[in-house]
């Protein structure tokens, strides 16, 4: 059986497995962490993102082997992080979330952007967002989230 | 239950290509999609799988005088950021996916798949893109336009890798890329149209004009565009219906769920005379 290690929300982990999975599986059935999300899995809603090094990719379609040796941020160990905690915030305050579903994609989006981009201008928010989708708010009131974060967290990225 | 062998290096790639047959598998935007099954499943590959995402030497993008060089494992984000590659081959970059997938799909893994709606080809075949192909024991170069012979058809022998994209660097007055689709960032293409031309004192020097999504490749003809280099912009203009007569018989398009022929052939032959009317004097 291949081995596959790989730093999972700061933990160094290892998986014995075929290096044939998609990510997507692996992280919810092996480890349990249910906040990427299977919703078209073909690569275009981006409920299943995560962070690979730092930037966003589907999980439902990149297999585990291409993570040997990366580093993977769900949104579970991105919630521990103070950037969260802006984007969090300013998602509440301006609308940005109804029934959920999409957002933790969002808010993997809204990072991979501002780790890049601090200072994204709208144009560069919706290029971001492009692989997201929402079915409830609009995207409208996700933009003036993003662009809230940006400033409150002015800084920090 | 097939295997999964993660390459890390070029050599341990090509010697396990020289051993058996792989599947191979770079960024996996292609292929996840192609052979997925249930979720929680394995991915139904058909035969043993060959990782390549992760050799690092292939991430590259160099220039030299001649040509620019762009690494089989280079992700298409990293094309789109980088200064060196032609701004055409950035707006085609753009225009595929979204930046989920571009952070690892490669246009090595575009052109591999050889799709007629492939985005990318219609501007790497109008830049006269080249490929190195590499096996164990030997190196060999390609004209993409010879490397893939139909839909879902290339010329790769089971033990070669393609390594790198050699685009020679040309000087066009002007050149664009236009995709037709519903959706920017998840659309396959319902056509894309490539263009580029020179004017020196007046005189046409280069024209270029690529289809995608008209026929089983990319199409373009050298022999047409041979025809009307050399002439003058205005006889050039007077001439377009001669220039849309050359490209008719050329462009036969199918009929299927995201477009059907009729509009194809329509769209691609005003995208052509746009083109044609919109070339400036120097
Ligand atoms: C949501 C979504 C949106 C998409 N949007 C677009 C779009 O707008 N336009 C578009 O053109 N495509 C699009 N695609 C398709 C896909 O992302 C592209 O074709 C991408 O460039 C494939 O690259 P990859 O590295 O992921 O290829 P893979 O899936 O890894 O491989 C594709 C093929 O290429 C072969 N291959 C890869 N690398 C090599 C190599 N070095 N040597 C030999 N063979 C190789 C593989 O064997 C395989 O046959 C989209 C896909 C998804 C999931
Ligand atoms: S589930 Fe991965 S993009 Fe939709
Ligand atoms: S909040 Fe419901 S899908 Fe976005």
């Avoid at chain 1, 291949?2 to 999975?21: G, M, Q």
């Avoid at chain 2, 139909?150 to 790769?156: D, E, N, P």
Wanted: a neutral charge.
């Amino acid at each position: 059986m291949p081995k596959i290690e790989f730093k999972l929300n700061d933990k160094l982990v290892t998986v014995h497995s075929t290096a044939n999975r998609r990510l997507l599986d692996v992280l919810r059935e092996d480890f349990n962490l249910t906040g990427p999300k299977e919703g078209c899995g073909e690569g275009e809603c981006g409920a299943c993102a995560v962070l690979l090094n730092h930037k966003i990719v589907n999980s439902c379609c990149t297999p585990l082997a291409n993570v040997d040796g990366q580093e993977i941020v769900t949104i579970e160990g991105f919630s521990k992080t103070k950037r969260y905690q802006i984007i969090k915030d300013a998602f509440a305050e301006m609308g940005g979330v109804q029934c959920g579903f999409c957002t933790p994609g969002m808010v993997i989006a809204t990072e991979s952007l501002l780790n890049k981009n601090p200072h994204p201008n709208d144009e560069e928010i919706r290029i971001a967002l492009s692989g997201n989708l929402c079915r409830c708010t609009g995207y409208n009131m996700i933009i003036k989230s993003i662009q809230k974060a940006a400033k409150d967290g002015d800084g920090i990225w | 239950m097939v295997d999964g062998l993660i390459a890390k290096s070029l050599n341990e790639a090509l010697e396990a290509l020289d051993n058996k047959e792989y599947q191979i598998v770079a960024g996996g935007t292609d292929m996840l999609i192609q052979n997925r099954s249930h979720s929680g499943m394995n991915i139904d590959y058909k035969k043993d799988v060959l990782y390549i995402n992760l050799i690092d030497e292939l991430d590259f993008i160099k220039v030299d005088e001649k040509n620019l060089y762009i690494g089989a494992n280079t992700r298409l984000e990293t094309i789109l950021e980088s200064k060196l590659v032609p701004q055409i081959l950035r707006d085609v970059v753009i225009e595929m996916a979204s930046p989920g997938i571009r952070h690892t799909a490669t246009l090595a893994g575009n052109i591999g798949n050889a799709s007629p709606a492939g985005d990318s080809l219609v501007v790497l075949y109008l830049l006269d893109c080249e490929l190195e192909i590499k096996s164990l024991t030997k190196t060999r170069k390609v004209l993409l336009k010879d490397f893939i012979t139909g839909v879902r058809k290339i010329a790769l022998n089971k033990n070669e890798l393609i390594t790198k994209l050699i685009i020679p660097k040309i000087n066009l007055t002007d050149c664009y890329f236009h995709k037709v689709g519903p959706r920017l960032s998840d659309a396959i293409s319902k056509l894309s149209f490539a263009c580029g031309y020179s004017v020196e004192n007046s005189i046409i020097k280069d024209l270029r004009v690529a289809f995608g999504a008209v026929y089983v490749t990319v199409v373009r003809s050298r022999e047409v565009e041979g025809k009307f280099i050399g002439q003058s912009v205005n006889d050039l203009k007077a001439n377009l219906d001669d220039i849309i007569n050359a490209y008719e018989p050329l462009i036969k398009p199918i009929d299927d769920q995201r477009s059907n022929r009729v509009y194809r052939k329509n769209v691609a032959i005003n995208l052509l005379r746009e083109f044609i009317e919109n070339i400036k004097e120097d």
